[in-house]
């Protein structure tokens, strides 16, 4: 559903990598879904400080050890945001790296997020941690104090120098690293593993694409998207081990923990490969929905969305999760005055978890909202769409991404969100297949099982042969046709019009006038009216349109049912037929 509420605003080649996963360990998230708790705060030793206590040791014991310039690289800080519009103005800025948590103290027990505990509970969002180079230091836009002056040296290269000063203060502060990459027999690592989710439809874990992976080391954060199959590997090598994170966020997304701010998934600190299982057979954890939300919106706006056009706001969009609460989901309209942009809830009105896959069509169907809002090109437009014609073409979205998703995943059968089983007598009439119905090619009135067919199938004339109602048959040696008035035929060879009555014009004889209710056909050189279905369901006879197609054509100027049908009629494919058009739109139009 959509509430109107703001004004619009516009919206390397991964390199393939030979990767055994049966080579390293294999983390289930399944435990993970807690806070974090820290514990003791760490001596700091990239402080300027104790790097240049660090290099007065090394330079009094050795003579020939290179002078060194030891003064402000960075700064730490810690960003304490009041409300949304500060928090959002600061986290928009993607070229840093914000943590829920601080960076100096250790880790007892890792978990989704962090928020301090003795933050005034009116204050939605813990403050915000960071590192930032001095050079890029601007005027913060939320209450900020620096908590450090850094001195953060290039550990990646092959100064052994810089080693010896890095190994020496951390030394002094007592952080050395009990196990170090030495012990691997190796000088360095890049930091790779794979990131799979469950999927419940197709009961297996599969690879989580476009997902940044971090890995942290004190103040240091390296990243790296995952390529298709999951895969990462940090560009940078690294000596010791680092902190592994996913932060749900992209450019153009950011998926929210409630009120709570960002969401997060916090791994383990290693030197090992991070190969990351979320979720599982059963699983409930809200990681594995924020993985489907991901997924959503990582296809609109990265992968093929099959001729869909891609949500182009110049902000992003702001997807928030809420584990805990009951209904479907909520779109607030693209705006920035209101936070989120999309609110997507765990349970259903029993109380219990949605499926992963509904979790995902439910974010597909907030995304095509949306995409509409901004295809409209204002709010002011959107809002005088009927909600018909705007949950429907949301539902069409949901059927044709969610279609396309299972579709690359090797299950072409997906058919959860197709509505073929919804029916006039239900309460809802404005979550409809309207739009599912112009692009496939299934009648429900009459292929669903347990239908109630009224006892005359053929009430506008004909006989009922077991499928359809039979009018004729043209007289031999001729070749039977119809148009949108008239069933005829075409004359003999010889000229003249053998059917009893037929009249001779311009385009064959004319056998008689096609009913203005039915929908005529030929079959086997037979004139036929199509049978009457269940009347509950609607009688689809159009087909072809395809959704990509409605979006690019006229869904700017589609409002409701009779502004619909008139674009329909316009750009209707040729076998497409206007009485087929009006008759299926009018069963929408009479609910």
């Keep these: 559903s959509i509430l109107l509420v703001a004004t619009l605003h516009s919206c390397k080649k991964e390199e393939a990598e030979k990767f055994n996963l049966a080579q390293t360990t294999t983390i289930s998230a399944r435990d993970n879904d807690e806070m974090m708790v820290l514990g003791n705060q760490l001596q700091n030793p990239y402080s300027v400080t104790n790097m240049q206590i660090a290099y007065q040791n090394l330079s009094a014991g050795n003579p020939s050890f290179p002078a060194m310039e030891i003064t402000t690289t960075h700064r730490y800080l810690k960003f304490s945001p009041v409300d949304t519009l500060q928090f959002d103005k600061l986290v928009a800025d993607t070229t840093i790296e914000f943590y829920d948590h601080p960076l100096d103290y250790e880790i007892v027990k890792n978990g989704h997020f962090y928020r301090e505990p003795e933050l005034d509970p009116s204050i939605p969002f813990t403050p915000q941690y960071c590192v930032i180079p001095i050079n890029q230091f601007n005027q913060p836009s939320a209450p900020s104090v620096v908590l450090a002056e850094l001195y953060l040296p290039n550990e990646h290269g092959e100064d052994p120098y810089i080693e010896a000063l890095v190994d020496e203060a951390l030394r002094i502060t007592n952080n050395l690293d009990s196990g170090t990459i030495y012990a691997k027999g190796r000088d360095k690592y890049n930091p790779e593993g794979k990131i799979r989710t469950w999927d419940n439809f197709v009961n297996d874990y599969i690879p989580l694409k476009h997902v940044e992976v971090r890995a942290t080391r004190w103040f240091e954060t390296r990243t790296k998207i995952t390529d298709g199959n999951g895969y990462f590997k940090i560009d940078e090598e690294f000596k010791r081990p680092v902190n592994y994170s996913i932060k749900w966020e992209r450019p153009q997304f950011d998926i929210r923990r409630g009120d709570m701010g960002q969401a997060f998934f916090n791994g383990p600190k290693t030197q090992d490969n991070w190969n990351l299982n979320i979720g599982g057979s059963g699983s409930d954890?809200?990681?594995?929905?924020?993985?489907?939300?991901h997924r959503a919106a990582a296809r609109y706006f990265y992968d093929?969305?099959?001729?869909?056009?891609?949500?182009?706001?110049?902000?992003?969009?702001?997807?928030?999760?809420?584990?805990?609460?009951?209904g479907l989901g909520t779109n607030f309209s693209n705006n920035r005055g209101y936070i989120p942009n999309i609110e997507i809830v765990g349970k259903n009105k029993s109380g219990d978890y949605w499926d992963v896959d509904k979790i995902l069509r439910t974010t597909f169907h907030e995304l095509g909202h949306s995409s509409h809002v901004e295809k409209m090109?204002?709010?002011y437009r959107f809002g005088l769409v009927s909600k018909q014609i705007r949950e429907s073409w949301a539902d069409?979205?949901?059927?044709?991404?969610?279609?396309?998703?299972y579709f690359d995943l090797g299950k072409p059968n997906y058919s959860r969100s197709d509505k073929q089983d919804w029916n006039k007598d239900e309460d809802d009439h404005e979550y409809t297949p309207l739009f599912i119905d112009l692009s496939d090619d299934y009648n429900q009135s009459k292929e669903n099982a347990s239908l109630i067919f009224p006892a005359n199938r053929c009430p506008e004339g004909g006989t009922f042969d077991g499928q359809n109602c039979f009018i004729a048959s043209a007289p031999t040696g001729t070749n039977a046709f119809h148009n949108e008035q008239y069933f005829l035929n075409t004359p003999l060879t010889g000229g003249g019009c053998p059917y009893p009555n037929s009249i001779s014009t311009s385009q064959g004889c004319r056998v008689m006038e096609i009913s203005s209710?039915?929908?005529p056909f030929i079959y086997n050189n037979s004139w036929y009216y199509s049978s009457v279905g269940d009347e509950r369901y609607p009688p689809d006879q159009v087909s072809n349109y395809g959704i990509a197609i409605i979006e690019d054509k006229f869904l700017y100027n589609a409002f409701g049912i009779t502004s619909l049908k008139s674009k329909l009629k316009l750009y209707k494919p040729s076998y497409v037929s206007e009485k087929r058009i009006e008759i299926l739109i009018n069963f929408y139009g009479g609910l």
Excluded: M, P, Q
């Design 377 to 379: 090109g204002n709010l």
């Design 517 to 519: 209710n039915a929908i």
């Design 285 to 293: 954890d809200r990681s594995v929905k924020y993985a489907a939300i």
């Design 396 to 405: 069409a979205i949901e059927w044709h991404l969610s279609r396309k998703e």
């Design 304 to 326: 093929d969305i099959a001729g869909l056009k891609r949500i182009g706001c110049d902000f992003r969009l702001t997807i928030s999760y809420r584990h805990e609460r009951e």
